[in-house]
């Protein structure tokens, strides 16, 4: 099943090689589910396939996501090998009350063993994810996340609140009154405290939930933000070439019977004037580099004037600001940052 599943990737990444019209690749990113749970001989092939079939970047960024009970010695000397030179690593707590909340299969030990491991093979460009707001986390728990991960030299954290989804095994146990709600007092208490603790200790605020030190920015997820055009491969996946959305079929077997007769399989979406403003509110105003009045202007002039309103009173809230002809979110508009965005969002284009 895996390996058809690699191949089928490996045809899509044949039939899509014209999508983004020979740009030079500058990120490549194994993500979503489990991606290192393929074998070495598994990622090799998909790795062959796209410097085959595509112009890569000299210094191209090359990330796996995983977990840290995926990632033993022998795991990352593989990864090494075959050129991956950034991991994104969902250690989540460094706390074992929290992981076994969260049901998570790793520890503590294993989480800090993963980390020293691969610094010990040479690949220290690391991020790790972190989340705070569980029921299971007092302040005091979520500073010493923080210190520990600073203490391991770890230069970009991407520190995420707990959500409760709909239709979803937590939001169900908390329905059931087996586990409790998380508190969003505290919520904004453990944010408050991750954005001071970590510009004391030299980190930059980026992303509404990413930190890096010495500018170790994610830049996969930075063109992400910039919508810069990107291809996605495998159930599921979303792509974007500037005027378009399109994303895979999420049945895994259909995928593979859509790409075992070469066919592609995507729905497609194409954006509007006002949907191409409102991502790049979405998207811009989440990063230090907000959002330029000249381009919001650009993007859709039927209904700038609307926008201006709308901005003009969230500065007047004090929740936006704008600098040298740029508009980004204050202090206080982070902590509110989904509420305000959507705030500012254009339905209707004149």
């Known amino acids: 099943m895996r390996s058809e599943m690699v191949s089928a990737m490996i045809t899509e ?11 030079a690749i500058e990120t490549i990113y194994f993500g979503g589910g489990t991606p290192s749970l393929l074998t070495s001989n598994e990622l090799g092939r998909l790795l062959d396939c796209i410097h085959k079939q595509y112009k890569i970047d000299s210094q191209v960024e090359l990330t796996l996501e995983a977990n840290p009970d995926d990632l033993t010695k022998e795991k990352l000397l593989e990864c090494h090998s075959l050129g991956i030179n950034r991991l994104s690593i969902g250690v989540q707590s460094f706390h074992n009350t929290d992981l076994e909340w969260m049901n998570r299969s790793h520890d503590a030990r294993q989480a800090k063993a993963c980390i020293a491991s691969a610094y010990s093979v040479g690949i220290d460009n690391l991020s790790i994810d972190l989340i705070f707001g569980n029921p299971t986390t007092s302040r005091d728990m979520w500073e010493t996340n923080l210190l520990t991960a600073i203490e391991m030299d770890i230069k970009h954290l991407s520190c995420y609140g707990l959500t409760v989804e709909p239709q979803t095994a937590l939001k169900k146990m908390i329905d059931l009154g087996k586990v409790t709600a998380p508190d969003e007092k505290e919520n904004l208490a453990h944010f408050t405290k991750t954005m001071e603790l970590l510009s004391e200790r030299g980190y930059e605020h980026y992303e509404i ?4 030190k010495d500018s170790a920015y994610s830049r996969h997820n930075t063109n992400y933000w910039k919508k810069v055009p990107y291809l996605g491969i495998g159930p599921s996946a979303h792509s974007f070439n500037g005027l378009s959305r399109q994303w895979n079929l999420a049945h895994n077997k259909k995928y593979m019977d859509a790409l075992s007769n070469e066919e592609l399989c995507y729905e497609q979406e194409s954006l509007s004037p006002c949907d191409k403003l409102n991502e790049y509110l979405l998207t811009g105003l989440r990063t230090k ?6 381009q919001l202007r650009e993007l859709c002039p039927a209904v700038f004037s609307e926008l201006l309103e709308n901005l003009t009173t969230a500065m007047r809230n004090g929740t936006i600001v704008s600098i040298d002809n740029n508009y980004y979110l204050s202090p206080e ?15 209707d284009a004149a």
């Open 13 to 23: 990444l044949e039939l899509q090689k014209a999508y983004l019209e020979q740009a």
């Open 209 to 212: 939930s990413n930190y890096a």
């Open 289 to 294: 580099w907000g959002c330029s009045h000249l």
């Open 333 to 347: 508009g982070k902590l509110i940052a989904d509420s305000v965005i959507s705030d500012l969002f254009i339905t």
